[in-house]
């Protein structure tokens, strides 16, 4: 931005609020007396209305964060915090609701048996008893959870232990099993070794893996076989598998192995070395039973330990549940409580505060709100606030920028705030976006049927905000929710300008009266049954296939004797050195009129006209209307932004920046576009004998720039003799000489702009200097020249690129319009025309299938987030950089229920 954007030196004009501008910040100073001063800034969070300045951080060198006063206080808050964390994650583990009524054991504030009876707030210390409480429901909770845990783990053990020992001998085919063993033994008789066995379970996803690398370990001579555990008290998808081995050193890679890939050995026949050593780790593995009592005895005694170990759980889970379903009923009221302390805490970190009886706090207060923060002090007989000593005029530091919003400006205020914050005081873009936004986004979105669908969305998010508020949405729909009065903005919007462009999912609808009437007779060709028309010569004349009733024209030819007959003919035969008359649009159809067409009744009452819904040109008419009308609502909103600075330099007092920014920037703007837009009206509301004379705008607007002073004119006597017919009429007349003059004072404008202001800076630092102000040394010029270069090329150009830029408006107009005819067409008329027979029914089904889904999936989702982030882009660029500096600090207050909100929503 340009100097133009650096705040006056005199004071503005008086106080605001509201919308259009910032509301009106003072800087007060108050001193609170020290035992009273929790309980007032709690009551000042309440408000919301206060913004703590930090009092403390000039002195951040040596007095360091740790250092403050309420330190600790804040890190009891983050210890408080790590414990409601934990007992988060439990709750959300054992699927407890957070909303659990209250109990007459529980009836204790935030359920602290110190809190009854008293406002716990106000006790001295209660931060730290409720820290001390919740350290103890911790510790208690975990030693429970690590207990269940346990239980668990042992509990499953014996059941799969038991599973083992019952198919220890089943899981597998005897005869498999024996002719391994016979082909072991015969590899082992040399050494008269035996065979031993492992019998374990492991996750079903591993067990290929786990075979392939048993292979490769033992080379092949080891036997595993494997069945999938089918049991519902089997947690996971396991396999039990059993190996049989023939030595000891192979014994001990498997175990490796087993250990390795997370897999457990219930039961196991052990081998030992040949000095007698074995495995300490093996020597735990139970030994596989070889009688049938030794069979039964285990099985007992894994039934009654299953048994306990259920029992065990279910009356720890029932403890862990008692548990938290009391700290449920008091987590959230906890939860709150912390955040409104810490909060509190920071801001009275921000104070200072010495050895004496008072606290002394420096704070942004808007001018409102000042008698609500006088009551609260005034309810504390030691308080004093020091009106007088600190106003906003009296700090260099700009004041913040706060507005009032609600549910329906907050969308549109946002929507700013996310370019940049307003500088205090300066016009509020949202103000106008309220209106301008949902336009744009109409003109790009325009079709009736679309947008009912986004309003009517809108409207019944609106009609049950009170229901969906206390609801956790997720993020995207929580977004969508926050912007449904936008929404609903843009639907009507999209429906009004689908109405002015007769859309409706790719239709055009018989809502107004069409001005195009065909006679009932009319063949393509122009070629009537019962009427000819001649060119003058008694030639019959036949229109090409290409001409339409619309292009015919009416000539004035000479009969012979010297009168004049009017006669009917097409365009390209028309001789002319005879005058000519327009063809009305309205056709009158009378076999007994010597004329075709009669005048007609003017254009359609409202919108477009739907005969153009099946015209060869429909898309070079509806191009041309939308491509113009995208550049003059270009062109108006850019110059709205140019009044929009011209009230800001009035309300700093700025004239400079009015004589030499705001006045040199309209004389360009409106010289060379606002020119131009002014020039496509009056061609509109032209009538034009013949429209091909008409003049066409982007070969004018070239030569305006290129070529000052030429101009392509039609000449007829050119015409008659050469066959050179190229060339339009004037627009008005005096044409070229104004054009000229509308350059020059184009061009002129640029050094208006560039020099005056710099010069007068320069002035400035020389008086400043000569003056001994130290403020003069602030003035660097080589960087005012540069900005003031930068801002006036920038706005040179940017007239010309955000002009283009708008064409975004027809662009996605046209996209929208041919999806929209397309998806028509291609799922709903081609399904009817083929929808015949039994089959019928179905592939009207599937056709209507179809275009619901590309409608919604693209028509509804994606083009209207791509019309929304066009008009944004708009917005953002092309109307807020004539004006809009962004550069200011939002409010921050103390504000508990904010504060709730937001964490809310960040857990959510």
């Not at 999912?505 to 001005?515: D, V």
């Not at 504060?899 to 809310?904: G, K, S, T, Y």
Request: proline share 4%; aromatic share 10%.
């Amino acid at each position: 931005m340009s100097d133009r954007s650096t705040a006056a030196e005199e004071e503005p004009l008086g106080p605001v609020s509201g919308l259009w501008r910032s509301e009106d910040m003072e800087l007060r100073t108050m001193s609170i007396e020290r035992s009273s001063l929790e309980r007032v800034v709690r009551r000042f969070g309440e408000l919301g209305c206060v913004q703590f300045r930090d009092m403390n951080a000039h002195h951040e060198g040596e007095d360091k964060p740790a250092q403050r006063s309420f330190v600790t206080q804040i890190r009891t808050c983050e210890s408080i915090e790590r414990s409601l964390r934990y007992f988060d994650d439990q709750l959300t583990n054992f699927e407890i609701s957070m909303k659990e009524p209250p109990s007459p054991d529980y009836d204790a504030p935030l359920g602290v048996d110190e809190f009854r009876g008293s406002d716990f707030v106000d006790l001295p210390n209660a931060l730290e008893t409720l820290a001390r409480k919740l350290a103890s429901d911790e510790t208690s909770l975990k030693d429970q959870c690590d207990k269940l845990e346990r239980y668990k783990v042992e509990y499953m053990t014996a059941i799969e232990r038991t599973l083992s020992l019952k198919w220890s001998g089943e899981f597998c085919s005897q005869r498999s099993l024996d002719l391994a063993a016979d082909e072991l033994h015969r590899e082992e008789q040399s050494g008269g070794g035996s065979l031993g066995q492992l019998i374990g379970i492991i996750a079903a996803d591993k067990i290929r893996v786990f075979i392939r690398l048993i292979y490769r370990v033992t080379k092949g001579n080891a036997v595993v076989t494997y069945e999938d555990v089918q049991d519902d008290q089997i947690e996971g998808s396991k396999s039990l598998f059993r190996i049989l081995y023939s030595s000891f050193e192979m014994q001990n890679r498997i175990l490796k192995l087993i250990a390795a890939n997370a897999a457990d050995v219930y039961l196991g026949k052990l081998l030992t070395a040949a000095d007698g050593r074995q495995d300490p780790k093996a020597a735990a593995i139970p030994a596989l039973p070889e009688t049938e009592s030794q069979l039964r005895s285990m099985k007992e005694n894994l039934s009654r330990e299953t048994e306990d170990r259920f029992k065990m759980i279910q009356s720890t889970e029932a403890m862990v549940h008692d548990k938290l379903r009391s700290i449920a009923r008091v987590h959230t009221a906890r939860r709150h409580y912390v955040l409104k302390e810490k909060a509190m805490y920071h801001a009275l970190n921000m104070m200072q505060i010495d050895q004496g009886q008072f606290a002394k706090a420096t704070c942004w207060i808007p001018v409102r709100q000042i008698r609500k923060v006088e009551s609260v002090l005034n309810d504390h007989p030691l308080c004093r606030l020091n009106s007088d000593d600190l106003k906003h005029t009296d700090t260099s530091e700009p004041p913040p920028t706060y507005f009032e919003t609600n549910d329906f400006t907050g969308t549109f205020q946002g929507i700013v705030d996310s370019y940049g914050i307003p500088r205090y005081h300066e016009v509020n873009p949202a103000i106008f976006s309220v209106v301008t936004f949902p336009w744009f986004f109409g003109i790009m979105y325009g079709d009736i049927g679309h947008g009912c669908i986004i309003a009517l969305t809108a409207a019944i998010m609106i009609f049950h905000q009170d229901k969906l508020k206390k609801i956790q949405l997720n993020e995207i729909v929580d977004m969508i929710f926050g912007a449904r009065w936008l929404l609903l903005l843009m639907g009507i919007f999209a429906v009004y300008m689908g109405f002015l462009y007769n859309d409706c999912f790719g239709m055009m609808l018989h809502y107004s009266e069409s001005r195009f009437m065909f006679p009932e007779d009319w063949v393509r060709g122009n070629v009537y049954q019962n009427i000819t028309c001649y060119d003058g010569t008694d030639i019959p004349l036949v229109c090409n296939d290409q001409c339409h009733m619309k292009d015919l024209v009416l000539v004035n030819v000479s009969v012979g004797n010297g009168d004049l007959v009017t006669r009917c003919t097409c365009p390209n035969q028309v001789n002319l050195t005879s005058s000519v008359n327009s063809c009305p649009n309205f056709i009158n159809y009378n076999m007994d009129s010597p004329n075709l067409m009669q005048p007609s009744d003017g254009p359609t009452p409202f919108g477009f006209d739907y005969a153009w819904h099946e015209s060869d040109n429909k898309l070079t008419y509806f191009n041309s209307y939308k491509m113009k009308n995208a550049v003059i609502c270009g062109v108006l909103q850019m110059s709205l932004g140019l009044v929009l600075s011209l009230f800001n330099h009035v309300y700093f007092k700025d004239t400079k920046h009015i004589l030499f920014g705001f006045i040199p920037e309209c004389i360009f703007l409106f010289c060379t576009f606002g020119y131009m837009c002014v020039m496509l009206i009056a061609k509109w509301l032209t009538p034009w004998p013949n429209t091909n004379l008409a003049p066409n705008s982007l070969e004018t607007m070239t030569k305006f720039f290129l070529s000052p002073g030429a101009y392509n004119l039609f000449d007829p006597v050119k015409c008659a003799e050469s066959n050179d017919c190229s060339g339009y009429a004037y627009l008005y007349s005096g044409q070229k000489e104004v054009q000229v003059i509308l350059l020059i004072l184009a061009v002129s404008a640029i050094p208006l702009m560039l020099l005056p202001i710099p010069i007068m800076k320069g002035k400035e630092k020389k008086k400043l200097e000569a003056m001994g102000d130290p403020s003069a040394a602030l003035i660097d010029m080589q960087e005012v020249w540069i900005k003031q270069v930068i801002h006036v090329i920038e706005y040179v150009l940017g007239c010309v690129s955000n002009t283009a830029s708008y064409l975004r408006l027809w662009a996605l107009s046209l996209a929208h319009a041919e999806l929209s005819e397309v998806f028509w067409k291609f799922a709903i008329m081609k399904m009817l025309d083929g929808a015949k027979g039994v089959g019928g029914g179905f592939i009207m089904w599937a056709g209507f299938g179809a275009w619901l889904s590309v409608t919604f999936g693209v028509l509804i989702l994606m083009e209207a987030l791509s019309a929304f982030l066009h008009s944004l882009r708009l917005h953002w660029v092309e109307f807020q950089n004539k004006f809009y500096v962004g550069d200011g600090n939002k409010f921050a207050p103390l504000d508990f229920a904010e504060i709730i909100e937001e964490a809310d929503k960040a857990r959510a």
